[in-house]
């Protein structure tokens, strides 16, 4: 039965209002058991529901993990993304949580990004279409979602500061359609802000973004949470809009908003309204009625195992396919050479709160010999390594101390900076990342690890599998060293007064020699003096990466040479791309170039294989092997995924969400990013991604929405109205035939050029897409319906959205460079 919310707010003190606005901790809402008011759990996403167990916070659940954002943004296809949103929800629900945090809708601005791997697309329309059908998705299932991060929020690179300045109609026209879409189609229940501030203003307290645009102009009727720890002030974060305080306990809206409503600083009426769309969504989530609760539904399934597998398929884009070697044929292949870095690793996701623990993964070496069986040879060889950090230390390598056998080292804990006295806890540690403290980490028995004062020390023996010189890291906030027979091998920060807290970005390595098989003592040791906020825990990784043959190289290029087919598996992981860093450039890491250079030399059919979520540079190998395949982060399903593509059971229909530029320095934020003076600037303005590369005449390296597949597709008869005016209706169609000799699907995208306009427009513009299914000589007939919002721009002056009288083109092709039909009309005002 309904709860009456005027009535609930009537009833509460100003003291359980306010309590309401913030967190009890980083994943629950605060109740309000005198009326009735249950908490409301959320759980990270948004390619799979990341939920931390409530009976052990050092647990992670598993859950399917499906393709990361740009990887679904490549699908072009809303009704899979409608499916896939869907099946998240229903895990989100099983977990017993009410909210989502996700979709991430922010637009690719610059290809180095840390997060793009978990946003849809450069362009706004592609990203509004894929954020409306995956809201829509996750809230049939009766769990809310969080659109993130609202707004401008490109770039990690000082993301908790930076101000990022840019005019009106770029932010109108490039960084808020999306946002507007998810609001006005998909009636979200909360939206995220950002933590960077907008032209100034902190997105946590910017009443222009939190009231005027997102409340009073959209009719948004959820309630706005700060993204964790991006609230600074009181009295201006509340009247500016923001609603809920994420993480608690709360560190702004607490006794001192309640004291600012009683000065007149805050206004009660807005404090009512926060509590009133706080309610509203409770009230959508059906827990009044019946509690959130665990149920057996979180298991793994078939149907999502296939969905995974799916939306991994349409994901993938075939980039180059030289003499039609793709798709392999079994019967004519009697040897694969399976090469690379991320061939016997499963490269599902990039890092950081999106991390999903997935139920299992399949390797791409593991798909490809699912698919042949015992019918090709194949023949498997690293190559290289690509990881940025070191290999996370392995507890095969060692053995506790004090004559115990365990794999893993002895772990003593001190409740003080200097491990001195007796620990207060020893045990057996094999799990070298670790966080301590937090509410969602490990919490140690006798330490208070949120007063900072406290250190571990591990020992034990290492053993080395082979001789050579082996790399040691460590990943940490505070001090640590790593000692091999008491001689300091790494050091990590400062003790004493003057420490710091350590980027969690920045690792300390080092290296020491090594005979195989020899026993060495190891001792880690670990020291906090830091007071951290109560929901943050400390970070430690602690790595530790053999030595490679010299010969590596060398050995691929011998499998490789006798082999029919060689193909190689390259890209980046969750190392490179992740959030709280961007990457560095666009190249690829470690020895990857070498590899595919040597090996393309002694093989015609060298097949690369990519595993990344935003573009890498590829004009030193691009031109040298027959064909490219850009597999993204795919999730759980992916190596079966890629092999369905690589052997034709699946016809690739991925396009890319987003421009592959040649190099860096030709995109658009090459001079500019990332700022400097904990500033930067938008100076492209709304030339981003393909429009920037149209308007400054920039030839890429794979224009957006490029994608091939193993049929070829005719377009004709684009029919266009000769006239358009305000308020009729307006259809363009075109035609679309299957020419090849397989059935396969096609993305038709529409684009739209004003040809005459009073301010400077890109060259053309994407308005519309649909994916087709055709079978061999098929042709089908597609109707695109037009408004006059597709043809206006946003004018600063008037600040309102512009349709200018005159003529326009509409194009319809396969991706931005290859247009396949033109025609023109005007429009009428």
């Known amino acids: 039965m309904a709860r009456n919310i005027e009535e609930i707010i009537s009833q509460m003190t100003l003291e359980e209002k306010v309590s309401m606005l913030a967190g009890i901790d980083k994943w629950h809402t605060e109740s309000v058991p005198r009326l009735g008011i249950p908490s409301l759990k959320m759980t990270d996403g948004p390619h799979g529901a990341r939920t931390v167990s409530d009976d052990d916070p050092t647990v992670t659940l598993p859950a399917t993990c499906f393709p990361t954002g740009s990887a679904l943004g490549a699908t072009w296809n809303t009704e899979l993304v409608n499916r896939v949103g869907a099946a998240i929800g229903d895990e989100a629900k099983a977990r017993g949580c009410a909210l989502l945090l996700g979709p991430c809708i922010n637009i690719h601005r610059s290809p180095l990004g840390g997060r793009n791997f978990e946003s849809y697309s450069e362009d706004p329309h592609l990203a509004a279409r894929m954020a409306v059908a995956y809201i829509n998705g996750v809230q049939s299932r009766d769990v809310g979602v969080s659109v993130k991060h609202f707004a401008l929020n490109n770039q990690e690179f000082e993301r908790f500061t930076v101000i990022v300045e840019a005019d009106e109609r770029t932010i109108r026209e490039i960084y808020l359609p ?218 095969e390598f060692l053995r506790q101390s004090d004559g115990g056998k365990g794999k893993g080292l002895t772990g003593e804990y001190f409740n003080n900076p200097d491990m001195s006295g007796k620990p207060v806890l020893k045990k057996l540690d094999d799990k070298f990342r670790i966080m301590l403290g937090g509410d969602s980490a490990f919490m140690i028995p006798g330490i208070d690890t949120e007063k900072g004062k406290f250190s571990i020390r591990w020992t034990g023996t290492f053993r080395a599998p082979v001789t050579g010189s082996y790399t040691f890291g460590m990943l940490l906030d505070g001090l640590g060293r790593i000692f091999i027979d008491d001689k300091l091998v790494v050091e990590k920060g400062r003790e004493g007064p003057e420490a710091q807290i350590i980027s969690i970005g920045e690792e300390a390595i080092g290296e020491y020699n090594l005979e195989a098989g020899k026993p060495y003592n190891i001792r880690i040791e670990y020291i906090s003096q830091l007071d951290f906020p109560d929901w943050i825990p400390r970070h430690i990784r602690l790595g530790c990466t053999p030595p490679l043959t010299d010969d590596a190289i060398t050995r691929a ?57 935003s573009p890498v540079v590829m004009t030193g190998w691009i031109d040298s092997v027959a064909a490219a395949v850009e597999a993204w982060f795919p999730g759980q399903e992916c190596g079966d995924a890629i092999a369905d593509v690589l052997f034709g059971d699946v016809n690739p229909s991925g396009k890319l969400p987003m421009t592959f530029p040649k190099r860096f320095e030709d995109n658009p934020t090459f001079s500019h990013y990332p700022g400097k003076n904990g500033r930067v600037e938008y100076t492209e303005g709304i030339f981003v991604g393909y429009r920037h590369y149209d308007i400054r005449n920039v030839e890429p390296l794979f224009p957006f929405g490029h994608g091939l597949s193993y049929t070829t597709f005719r377009y004709e008869g684009l029919q266009v109205p000769s006239e358009m005016k305000a308020g009729e209706p307006f259809r363009i169609t075109v035609d679309v035939t299957n020419t090849g000799k397989r059935a396969g699907k096609e993305v038709v995208q529409l684009y739209i050029r004003d040809v005459v306009s009073s301010l400077e427009r890109p060259l053309k513009e994407l308005k519309g897409f649909q994916k087709v299914a055709l079978k061999e000589g098929e042709k089908k007939s597609l109707a695109f319906d037009i408004g006059l919002e597709d043809l206006s721009f946003y004018d600063p002056e008037k600040r309102r959205w512009i349709a200018e009288a005159g003529e326009f083109e509409v194009m319809a092709g396969s991706s931005s460079r290859d247009i396949r039909q033109r025609a023109r009309f005007t429009l009428i005002n």
């Open 178 to 395: 999306a946002f507007a879409a998810a609001v006005r189609e998909g009636r979200p229940w909360t939206v995220m802000c950002s933590y960077n501030r907008i032209n100034g203003t902190y997105a946590s307290e910017n009443a222009y973004f939190l009231t005027d645009i997102l409340k009073e102009e959209w009719g948004f009727d959820g309630f706005a949470v700060s993204d964790w720890g991006a609230v600074h002030s009181t009295v201006p974060a509340a009247n500016a809009g923001l609603d809920l305080e994420m993480p608690g306990p709360a560190r702004f809206f607490n006794d001192t908003l309640v004291e600012a409503v009683r000065n007149g600083e805050v206004e009660s009426v807005d404090i009512d309204d926060k509590v009133r769309r706080i309610l509203g969504v409770i009230e959508r989530s059906g827990a009044f009625v019946k509690p959130l609760k665990i149920s057996g539904d979180n298991v793994d399934s078939p149907e999502r195992r296939n969905l995974a597998r799916e939306a991994a398929q349409e994901a993938i884009v075939l980039l180059k396919n030289e003499g039609d070697v793709l798709p392999l044929d079994r019967d004519k292949i009697k040897s694969i050479a399976v090469i690379g870095p991320n061939a016997a690793e499963a490269r599902i996701q990039g890092g950081g709160s999106a991390t999903v623990n997935p139920y299992y993964t399949v390797t791409p070496l593991e798909g490809i010999r699912q698919k042949c069986r015992d019918s090709v040879e194949i023949r498997h060889e690293m190559g290289c390594r690509n990881n940025r950090l070191t290999l996370l230390m392995s507890p």
């Open 557 to 613: 290029v011998n499998i490789a040479s006798g082999a029919d087919v060689a193909i190689i598996f390259i890209g980046l992981n969750e190392e490179h791309e992740t959030e709280g860093r961007d990457r560095p450039d666009m190249e690829l890491p470690g020895a990857q170039l070498d590899l595919i250079k040597a090996v393309a030399k002694v093989n015609n059919n060298t097949i690369v294989v990519l595993n990344n979520g």
